[in-house]
């Protein structure tokens, strides 16, 4: 079982879709487990403040480090794994990576939000710097999702068929079900032909060609 852990002012953002469809069933089965640490719960601060103004000047606020590394802490509990920490200057995130990642047992994404967490978390975990594309998001909350969801494709029994990965086998980006003649708006779309046709052979050929 591969355990991801989120460190988020935010869970309720993103726990619905975790829990929801195949990574819910991958969670009923045993197959991944989804963990969350809000740093307000690991902060001296009465009021739960976690956020100070940048050193140099500038707009927003900055998330501080203690709650962040206390988090983490308390996520891995001295063992090992994997810390990644969002970052649009990061490397970007492949299917390669997924594939890698998902022979991991323990992964920690640090999901910041506001203008960012002090860096220095960054640089004390020796957490990888991600990116999830060439585009800013509000928070970190999104692109945690995002990987949880394309590592745990690849985990053993989490999908239905293990054909069904995408990368694993010829499909194209067209899919098509009934009705064979839909009609819309007084216009008709049929189904391509070959799909009817039961000749496998060229079936494979008509997605690949689509495919490609």
């Known amino acids: ?70 988090a983490v802490s308390a ?41 960012g967490v002090d860096a220095r978390v960054q640089k004390i975990l020796k957490a990888k710097l991600v990116s999830v594309g060439p585009y800013v998001l509000t928070g970190g909350e999104l692109p945690a999702a995002t990987m949880i969801d394309a590592i745990a494709r690849n985990i053993s029994g989490v999908l239905g068929k293990e054909e ?3 990368d694993e086998r010829v499909a194209s980006p067209e899919v098509y079900t009934r009705p064979e003649i839909l009609v819309w708006k007084k216009k008709k779309y049929k189904v391509p032909p070959v799909l009817l046709s039961g000749n496998h052979a060229k079936i494979e050929e008509w997605k690949k060609g689509v495919r490609g």
Request: hydrophobic share 35%; no cysteine; glycine share 8%.
């Open 164 to 166: 069904s990965r995408e």
């Open 75 to 115: 996520a891995l509990k001295g063992r090992k794994g994997e810390i990644v920490f969002f970052s649009p200057s990061g490397e970007q995130f492949e299917q390669s990576a997924a594939k890698k990642l998902a022979q991991k047992k323990h992964i920690v994404f640090i999901a910041g939000h506001y203008e």
């Open 1 to 70: 079982m591969i355990h991801f852990h989120i460190v988020t002012l935010f869970p309720e953002s993103i726990e619905p879709y975790l829990s929801a469809s195949i990574l819910g069933r991958a969670q009923e089965k045993k197959l991944i487990k989804v963990s969350f640490y809000n740093p307000r719960d690991y902060t001296d601060d009465k009021w739960q403040r976690v956020d100070r103004k940048p050193y140099g000047g500038g707009p927003g606020m900055v998330l501080s480090a203690e709650p962040f590394l206390r």
